[in-house]
């Protein structure tokens, strides 16, 4: 417990610099929202005017991050939206939950592939599977993402009504029932998740191959199978019980990778996340609205890799949090 406290406030410090960096950044590009108003012939400087007041534009750097990191701790407001004149709040919990079910959706095809895929290039070393194998994973790491959504969106469109264009429901998803509601979902996901999916797995899959040849190595390997334990029991239980440790330990920065990747998928599919959110508020320069969907990115890296330590505990009996730094 005490390591799990030290990890939050650690995480807190970690935020609390992350808001500062984005803060900075922020004020160092050049122009702002409302210089896209005074472009706008049909918006009088006094209502520019106004909306630099109602924002805090007018008041020195220091004085408005001050006031908006006292509010973020002391009621969670991250201030409102230039472009939706909404609390910005209210807009990333909207989107939060739809790329939260595409990022774990992928994470979870994403490990369903390369985990087996990894093991067996190792088993079979050399072979002609594995020369397969490593070349299907240096194509997947090969291809840029964009790249890569944008060959599944032709696809889909070819492929149409049998796979769906873009969008997160189809037209008359109100209309549906609950389980019509949930599957209608899942067929929208199919092309996002598979476009995330594929920019990641092949890096899981050659790490978990060089981690397992480094295991089969090993001496107590050879003692198992000198013993005449089943192979199978040898490379399930003993080999990827032990080869399994650095690919948790990366489990925290491929979610966020995942988060990241998100905004490329989500663009290109119209899938309504924090991804395209963020995207959509740096083009427009929505300032509080991207600081605070940077910050809920790095809250995702500090969770991510906080989840990843506490599943080591568990499947490494030898570790223990309290032992850890």
Request: aromatic residues 10%; hydrophobic residues 50%.
């Amino acid at each position: 417990m005490w390591y799990i406290f030290k990890r939050l406030l650690q995480g807190i410090l970690t935020l609390w610099l992350a808001s500062v960096l984005c803060f900075a950044v922020s004020q160092l590009t050049p122009g702002d929202y409302l210089d896209n108003l005074r472009q706008n012939p049909t918006i009088s400087p006094e209502t520019i005017e106004e909306l630099r007041i109602r924002f805090g534009l007018d008041k020195p750097a220091i004085e408005q991050y001050w006031l908006w990191l006292k509010q973020v701790v002391t009621r969670f407001d991250f201030g409102q939206s230039f472009v939706y004149f909404r609390p910005v709040s209210s807009l990333i919990l909207e989107r939060i939950p739809a790329t939260l079910l595409l990022a774990i959706s992928s994470l979870i095809l994403t490990w369903s592939i390369a985990i087996p895929l990894g093991i067996i290039g190792a088993v079979n070393q050399n072979s002609l599977v594995d020369r397969i194998l490593r070349v299907i994973s240096y194509i997947g790491q090969g291809l840029p993402s964009f790249i890569t959504a944008l060959l599944l969106l032709i696809v889909a469109q070819n492929l149409s009504p049998l796979l769906p264009v873009g969008g997160m429901t189809s037209i008359n998803h109100s209309e549906m029932s609950r389980w019509e509601k949930i599957m209608d979902i899942a067929w929208h996901m199919i092309m996002p998740t598979i476009a995330l999916t594929i920019t990641s797995f092949a890096g899981l899959q050659r790490i978990t191959r060089g981690q397992m040849l480094d295991v089969l190595r090993q001496e107590y390997i050879r003692t198992a199978r000198a013993k005449g334990l089943p192979e199978n029991r040898v490379i399930y239980v003993h080999a990827l019980r032990n080869a399994i440790n650095p690919l948790i330990t990366l489990l925290g920065f491929e979610f966020a990778s995942l988060l990241s990747g998100s905004f490329i998928a989500e663009y290109f599919f119209n899938w309504p996340g924090l991804g395209k959110l963020t995207l959509q508020a740096l083009q427009a320069q929505d300032k509080y609205l991207v600081m605070a969907s940077l910050m809920m990115g790095a809250t995702m890296l500090i969770l991510g890799n906080l989840i990843a330590d506490i599943l080591l505990t568990f499947v490494d009996p030898r570790i223990r949090l309290d032992n850890m730094d």
